[in-house]
């Protein structure tokens, strides 16, 4: 007699009942350990983080998860809902069954009901989920200075002042800094608590210039004989100047600084020095959750005013975005994305078949994502054939987008 073997899968939210098998799953797919204290201490947090907790059940057992975070990221100097996705973790043997992409197709729905307009993850594999609809967005430069390359000790006007987390000077600067990067964190006091003060151990310090204002500080820690900057962020270049001089006045204990930094950082120019070490590292995704309020909240350039460019937009994990748009955007800089007709496109960017008429373009989520937050010009992205369409239409999409510059300085 053969026995079928049918199984149940249900994917729903799980709280505190399930922190057991929870912890046990992320420590095994992670290959962490944590002590009796630790698992306590996170036990007694589970409920009150801002954080929604998917499961994928088998039979009741649970097979695989990921977390939803609610906050909020600087998307060209606004602020903007945010569903972060962590912790995916998946069993050996419930693997490559399609239960992660149940999960995610959850969490857009949950993120989308909740008004998070975009997603940011962190990928153990960019290939994976691209085919959810995310695309790398944030790259970072690391750089390591040895005592030959690394900052030279100058005079500066202003003083250092010791500092830490919970100081509100510290975190005014944060968000002076952020607003300037499009992927930046907007930070509560949780995030401050939990996040900065757990994973980045180190000293504050304060720049405070010669008219007695905070400009900028510095978190770093010292060991091994390398200083490694967790954060740098300023206000004026020479809070810039003066925070890089302090680094060098370690040099009595270091042999070494590392530190990372957003593309427009001015570090090599700086140092006057023809080889720098300076590694390239892609480090986050992101997604666009909800296209027609995303586009409403958007700044576009203003003085790009536009009649309407006629949007083909796949998306089959996201329906809502899955069929035809009309952007406009006027004088100000203000967009909508009106839905037109109920047409569902073709995910396959290099299949998608389409008449090449006037205002016209034919793209998937990623890659709208790409443009939207500026990580890729339109203009490249149809070279290389990523989307397609009337050129001009491409061209005024190009124009529109502000082209802040990318950066996250935060990990979950």
């Known amino acids: 007699m053969v026995v079928e073997n049918k199984e149940h899968i249900e994917i729903r939210e799980f709280g505190e009942e399930c922190f057991v098998e929870s912890a046990q799953l992320s420590m095994f797919a992670f290959q962490t350990s944590r002590t009796e204290e630790e698992l306590a201490l996170m036990r007694s947090k589970f409920e009150q983080e801002s954080i929604t907790r998917l499961g994928a059940f088998v039979n009741g ?7 939803v975070l609610h906050v909020e990221s600087y998307i060209n100097g606004s602020s903007m809902g945010m569903g972060g996705i962590a912790a995916v973790a998946t069993w050996p043997q419930y693997r490559r069954q399609g239960l992660v992409g149940k999960l995610l197709e959850r969490g857009l729905i949950l993120m989308k009901d909740r008004g998070e307009l975009v997603s940011f993850l962190s990928p153990f594999s960019a290939s994976f989920y691209r085919k959810f609809g995310w695309e790398m967005f944030a ?12 900052p030279k000790r100058v005079p500066y006007s202003g003083t250092m002042k010791r500092s830490n987390y919970q100081d509100p000077v510290v ?38 210039d010669e008219n007695n204002k ?5 978190l770093y820690e010292v060991k091994n004989k390398q200083l490694t900057v967790h954060e740098l962020v300023y206000t004026t270049e020479e809070a810039y100047l003066a925070l890089l001089s302090f680094m060098a006045q370690h040099d009595s204990m270091i042999d070494k600084i590392k530190l990372k930094a957003p593309f427009d950082d001015m570090l090599p120019y700086i140092l006057h020095y023809s080889y720098v070490n300076i590694e390239l590292q892609p480090y986050f995704m992101a997604r666009i959750v909800d296209a027609v309020p995303f586009v409403a909240q958007f700044k576009f350039k203003p003085a790009h005013k536009v009649e309407g460019i006629k949007l083909h937009l796949a998306d089959r994990h996201a329906p ?5 748009f009309l952007l406009t955007v006027d004088e100000f800089g203000e967009g909508k994305l009106v839905p037109l007709v109920d047409e569902k496109v073709d995910v396959k960017q290099s299949e998608i078949s389409f008449n090449s008429e006037q205002n016209e373009i034919f793209l998937s989520i ?12 339109a203009l490249d992205l149809l070279r290389f054939d990523f989307l397609q369409g009337d050129v001009a239409a491409i061209e005024q999409l190009s124009q529109l987008i ?3 510059q990318l950066y996250l300085m935060d990990m979950f």
């Open 171 to 208: 975190r005014q600067l944060y968000a002076q800094f952020a607003e300037r990067y499009t992927g930046m964190m907007v930070r509560t006091n949780e995030w401050w608590e939990d996040r900065v003060n757990r994973f980045k151990p180190g000293q504050y310090n304060v720049y405070i």
């Open 366 to 377: 990623e890659v709208l994502t790409a443009i939207m937050l500026g990580s890729r010009n």
């Open 402 to 404: 502000p082209g802040q």
């Open 214 to 218: 905070p400009a900028g500080y510095l």
């Open 320 to 324: 809502w975005n899955d069929g035809t």
């Open 139 to 150: 790259e970072q430069r690391v750089y390591t200075l040895d005592r030959e390359t690394m």
């Open 61 to 67: 057992e649970l097979a695989a998860q990921t977390s």
